[in-house]
């Protein structure tokens, strides 16, 4: 498991763009599960949508794509302490039911291929024991 | 059942987006098709995926045509045919 500080240890990612809030399963080389609480306060809410908050896809897709690199960074010796830079490469995700406030949002990604400077991975969100979404990314690192 | 060179060509066509008579068996993926490195690597992990193979990153700079991809497939279909047999 990760806390915040570990995470932003990681991620390279920061207010208000950090999507990912805790790790509570970690294997590197197969599996992380990440929790985003969502809240009325999250600023994306005021305008998507007035009146009727849902969050935007794209920000679940960039919680997934946070997890994936939770996943191939603690998965490699090499860079696990390094700073690296990430790239999405391809994004292939369905959304399957709305994510609200109050929800808890639980990431699990999964690899399908995983190479020394890239990765495909399986992702999938669930809010309690519903879907909300799942697919693919694939990602990519440099160094620096 | 379709030959493994059309299979092939289906799954490149559709990750690079490009239609299958376009991919011409000798088009360099970089030079001619626009392939970039995330694709190649697509390409590597659908093909892995179609047939239930693995092929070492070693290989992905070998990716290179078509053909190419055919004859590293056919490499590792090879090991695999031999082991069910």
């Known amino acids: 498991m990760l806390n915040i500080d570990e995470l932003q240890a990681i991620l390279p990612q920061r207010f208000p763009f950090l999507m990912i809030d805790r790790v509570e399963e970690l294997e590197p080389g197969k599996k992380v599960v990440a929790v985003k609480n969502v809240s009325i306060n999250e600023q994306f809410f005021s305008g998507h949508f007035p009146g009727r908050p849902i969050m935007p896809g794209v920000l679940i897709i960039e919680a997934m794509a946070q997890a994936a690199i939770v996943l191939f960074s603690q998965s490699k010796e090499v860079i696990k302490d390094k700073k690296m830079a990430y790239y999405l490469g391809n994004v292939k995700v369905r959304f399957l039911s709305p994510v609200f406030p109050g929800d808890q949002l639980k990431i699990k990604v999964e690899p399908l291929k995983m190479l020394s400077a890239a990765a495909i991975v399986s992702v999938e969100g669930m809010v309690g024991d519903r879907k909300i979404a799942e697919g693919e990314l694939a990602l990519s690192a440099k160094e620096g | ?85």
Do not use: C, W
Request: negative net charge.
């Open chain 2, 1 to 85: 059942m379709q030959n493994i060179e059309e299979e092939i060509k289906d799954i490149i066509a559709e990750i690079i987006e490009k239609e299958p008579a376009e991919i011409l068996p000798e088009a360099k993926f970089f030079q001619d098709l626009g392939v970039d490195s995330m694709m190649a690597l697509e390409i590597m992990a659908a093909i892995e995926k179609k047939y239930k193979i693995s092929i070492p990153e070693e290989k992905l700079t070998q990716l290179a045509t078509l053909n190419d991809t055919v004859r590293v497939a056919k490499e590792y279909l090879g090991e695999k045919a031999d082991v069910n047999a």
